[in-house]
């Protein structure tokens, strides 16, 4: 049997997700994405935190650009029917799943490799790695969420340079504009992303996902409605009557929903 193109290792409460081409750098081809939508729904299913990294020497270089020729060339058929970006879906999936992501980078997250990176909750990176949005040199546009994601963390400026330019941020830059919140020495993202995820998950779960769906949203909100759902998920704890309510109707006492015959439902 091949080796798979993403691996999945289950660590107690981890889910370890690692992009495994490390001949192309981890680029993402179809073949990568519809893997790395099997693992992340099976993190969903059976982890409290994924963890993405990349195996060999770098995170991932993006866009599986021979792909991409071959499909500009017409050398791989298009879809039949239109359907949802697959990029869109699963980095959706990772962002806004049951579970929180920890990402573990180094040497290149670039591109759709970073758009990657940005679906996780929280990065990590060592010196070794470098970040950057190539699109323009290769004559595409980012496609894996980057204009929400990438954007709304770095900001328009940060952004449309690296876009323009090419520019390629080094480690140290990739913290201040908030790419990464932990900065080690060269190959210890992998352990500090682990570190992290174990103490991430000793939260409480439902906390974790308030957190994962709740921050976005609010992001999102004016200022008086990010109010109201914050007050809607720290008070409302459910309800006492719930259970009572929930024990009339297993024990055969609760109102039917249809009146018997002759009752006015007026
Ligand atoms: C690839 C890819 C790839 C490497 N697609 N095959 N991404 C980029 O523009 C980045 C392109 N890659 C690079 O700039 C470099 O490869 C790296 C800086 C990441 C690494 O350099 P290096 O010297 O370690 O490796 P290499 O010799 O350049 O590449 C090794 C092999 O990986 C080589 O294949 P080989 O068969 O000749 O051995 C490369 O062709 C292959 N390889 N990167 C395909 N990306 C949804 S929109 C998202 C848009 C984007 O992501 S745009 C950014 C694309």
């Not at 709740?214 to 759902?229: A, K, N, T, W, Y």
Request: charged share 25%.
């Amino acid at each position: 049997m091949s080796e798979p193109l993403v691996t999945y290792e289950l660590d107690g409460p981890i889910a370890l997700i690692g992009l495994n081409r490390s001949d192309k750098r981890n680029a993402i081809s179809d073949a990568v994405i519809a893997e790395l939508r099997a693992a992340v729904v099976r993190a969903h299913d059976e982890a409290d935190v994924g963890l993405l990294h990349g195996h060999g020497t770098n995170f991932c270089a993006g866009l599986d650009l021979a792909e991409a020729l071959a499909r500009a060339t017409g050398k791989i058929a298009p879809p039949r029917k239109r359907k949802r970006h697959s990029w869109h879906e699963v980095f959706d999936q990772i962002e806004r799943g049951p579970i929180p992501f920890v990402a573990a980078l180094h040497g290149a997250v670039v591109g759709g490799g970073l758009e990657l990176a940005m679906a996780a909750h929280l990065r990590v990176c060592d010196d070794t790695a470098f970040f950057g949005l190539p699109e323009g040199q290769r004559g595409i546009f980012v496609g894996g969420g980057g204009t929400v994601r990438i954007q709304r963390v770095v900001g328009t400026t940060v952004m449309t340079d690296m876009m323009l330019t090419g520019r390629l941020l080094s480690p140290a830059e990739a913290l201040q504009e908030h790419i990464v919140r932990y900065l080690v020495p060269a190959g210890q993202a992998l352990a500090k992303a682990r570190e992290l995820a174990a103490r991430i998950a000793q939260n409480s779960i439902e906390t974790n996902w308030k957190i994962v769906h709740v921050l976005p949203r609010v992001q999102d909100l004016s200022h008086d409605d990010g109010l109201f759902v914050e007050q809607l998920n720290s008070a409302m704890a459910r309800p006492p009557e719930v259970e009572q309510r929930l024990r009339e109707f297993v024990e055969g006492k609760a109102r039917p929903l249809v009146a018997p015959r002759g009752e006015d439902q007026s």
